[in-house]
């Protein structure tokens, strides 16, 4: 869920861009551009937006808060998008502070879950969000460009707010089909507000990427459509492996 939460443009480097520090470091010579008052304004705007892409920190603390109030909906529809049933093993891709995975195990309390994550403070209020559920999920750091598990691991793969963020996207999208098992579900949501890692937000013709990504990935009956969500509209995006 979480990364690329919503935020205004801006041109920071994500942590999902492969070979990126899972930290986020920005390195002293940004703070070194941004001198007097304009400038330490614009450093501190750019570093809230930063944390919508990574968070890290105290203010990765305060993000992933935000998170939780601003894209639960589009959760919700993402998580009852994907259909979880007892037995099945679900992946989220991009977690952040946890709230699908407490959604999932609701839905399915003998599902098993597992996560994936860039940013350590994201891994740690999710792992205190789910730390009373009866099946502890199983939660990593990392991206999306190279996913812990095996062929064929999961029934369902599904990621709210993040997809946009995967880089390189073809080879993400590869390792997303390659981690479901044949028939496996793939449920992906994007705000339209949702920042890109250029700068940006993904507005409403992100399907116009994805789709295409999703066809030369290898995946079939792929569904795309916008619906309304909390502060605008939302992809949410469907497709199988076949």
């Given at each position: ?125 999710a792992r205190r969000r789910t730390a009373r559920l009866a099946g502890k999920p199983d939660l990593r750091q990392g991206t999306a460009a190279a996913l812990p598990w095996p062929d064929g691991a999961f ?33 992906l949501g994007v705000h339209e507000r949702a920042v890109l890692p250029a700068g940006g937000t993904a507005g ?39």
């Amino acid at each position: 869920m979480p990364l690329g939460l919503l935020g205004p443009p801006g041109a920071m480097p994500s942590c999902h861009a492969e070979g990126a520090s899972p930290r986020c470091d920005r390195g002293a010579g940004s703070r070194r551009a941004c001198t007097g008052l304009a400038g330490r304004g614009h450093y501190i705007g750019m570093g809230l937006l930063q944390q919508f892409r990574c968070p890290s920190g105290l203010m990765g603390r305060f993000a992933g808060t935000a998170m939780v109030a601003t894209n639960t909906p589009l959760v919700r529809a993402v998580t009852a998008a994907v259909g979880a049933a007892d037995g099945e093993h679900i992946l989220d891709i991009g977690f952040g502070p946890g709230v699908s995975l407490l959604l999932f195990a609701r839905a399915a309390p003998a599902a098993v879950l597992a996560g994936i994550d860039p940013s350590p403070v994201m891994l740690r209020m999710a792992r205190r969000r789910t730390a009373r559920l009866a099946g502890k999920p199983d939660l990593r750091q990392g991206t999306a460009a190279a996913l812990p598990w095996p062929d064929g691991a999961f029934d369902a793969v599904c990621a709210t707010n993040s997809v946009q963020l995967w880089q390189p996207l073809p080879a993400s999208l590869g390792e997303a089909r390659r981690v479901l098992r044949p028939g496996g579900r793939l449920a992906l949501g994007v705000h339209e507000r949702a920042v890109l890692p250029a700068g940006g937000t993904a507005g409403r013709h992100f399907d116009e990427i994805l789709v295409p990504a999703l066809q030369a990935a290898g995946f079939a009956d792929i569904n795309a459509r916008y619906q309304p969500t909390r502060g605008g509209q939302a992809l949410v995006c469907t497709a199988h492996h076949p």
